[in-house]
Structures are given as structure tokens and as C-alpha cells.
């Protein structure tokens, strides 16, 4: 949106300007020149039309930049679906802790729910040190690992699309990794 924003401030800028230098005058038979009510109301016309294009142009930088979620919001959301309350304080902990960090007290690990299916990030890799360089990457930031298929890293299922597109931006933005989501339904 700011980039389109960006082109209509420019095209405004050129239709005002292009208004202004526009010659409103008509010559006469006597070799004089007079201005030509029609072609003043053309100009004026011309202004008005660039100046509310610039106008857009400027709302659209400042209010259509899309949202951008942040690495510690993204890791804070990928926390809070890997945590549970501990049963003596409430505080969040890791679904595979054993002791909680912040009363000390010994509870049970819970395994993590995975559904059977749903949506998939698939990593394409070559066989080899990247394949498992790209698992690693992907155990170090808690991200729940699919079974393998062939030379590809599957991470997931996630129940919601947009839970899948987060793993993936963040893949991309933080590891530059690429990869392409898919639906595993569960066959």
C-alpha cells in the first residue's frame, strides 16, 4: 500500500504542476490575447483532481502500511500454545518441564497436542548436512516436526492456516528459509 501511495503522490504532484503551467488565454484577431473562461475552468479542474489524488497518495502512506508482527510478539505467541499453567502457581511453563522455574515445584510432563491433520510447512532440502542443519534449526525455535517426506523438513500440522503462515514468515525472516505450506489431511 505505501508503494501505491507513493505513485499517487507523485502522479498528483505532476497533474497539479501540469495544471499550473497550462495557458488559459486565447488569442484575438487584433493580435492580442485574452483568457478563455472555459480553459480556466479546465485548470481549476485539473488542480482539484491532482490535489485529491495527492491527498489519497498521502492517506495511503500513513495508514496502509499492513501490520508487521514482531519476533518477540511471534515468540511469545509460539510460547503461550507451547505452555501450560503449573498447577501450584498458575505461572506459564513448557509443556516438557518437569520443574517449574518459578515456584520450583515437581509436576508432570504433558505431552503436546498435535491434531492428525491440518496444515502443513514443507522445506525443501538437499539429502545431507543442509536436511539436518534445517531440522535443527527448526527443533532449536520448538516448532513441532512432522515425520520426514524424502529430503523434506515437514513441520506441524496446525489446526488454523494462519498459524502456518506465521512459522513460515518466520522461517523466512529470521533464518531465511523458504518453503510452501500444504494441507495434510491426514491420508
Avoid at 501511495?5 to 503551467?21: E, N, S, T
Avoid at 501490520?67 to 511453563?93: H, N, Y
Avoid at 509443556?95 to 509436576?107: E, F, Q, R
Avoid at 510447512?121 to 516448532?143: I, M, N, Q, W
Wanted: one cysteine or more; aromatic letters at 6%; glycine letters at 10%.
Amino acid at each position: 500500500m505505501r508503494g501505491f501511495g507513493i505513485l499517487a503522490i507523485i502522479v498528483g504532484v505532476i497533474v497539479v504542476f501540469g495544471a499550473m503551467a497550462m495557458d488559459v488565454s486565447v488569442s484575438t484577431g487584433m493580435g492580442g490575447r485574452v483568457n478563455n473562461i472555459g480553459l480556466m475552468a479546465q485548470q481549476q479542474n485539473f488542480i482539484i483532481v491532482g490535489g485529491l489524488i495527492t491527498l489519497g497518495g498521502i492517506l495511503l502512506m500513513l495508514f496502509g502500511s499492513k501490520k508487521q508482527v514482531s519476533t518477540q510478539q511471534l515468540a511469545s505467541t509460539w510460547e503461550a500454545k507451547d505452555s501450560r499453567p503449573c498447577p501450584f502457581c498458575a505461572e506459564p511453563i513448557k509443556h516438557a518441564a518437569i520443574k517449574c522455574k518459578h515456584c520450583g515445584a515437581d509436576v508432570d510432563a504433558v505431552e503436546r497436542e498435535t491434531p492428525a491433520f491440518g496444515w502443513t510447512v514443507r522445506l525443501p532440502c538437499r539429502p545431507g548436512d543442509e536436511f539436518e542443519a534445517t531440522r535443527t534449526l527448526a527443533e532449536k525455535d520448538s516448532l513441532p516436526l512432522a515425520n520426514p517426506d524424502g529430503s523434506v523438513v515437514v513441520i506441524g500440522p496446525y489446526q488454523e492456516k494462519e498459524e502456518a503462515v506465521e512459522v513460515l514468515r518466520h522461517l523466512r525472516t529470521r533464518h531465511s528459509i523458504f518453503g510452501e505450506l500444504l494441507y495434510d489431511d491426514g491420508r
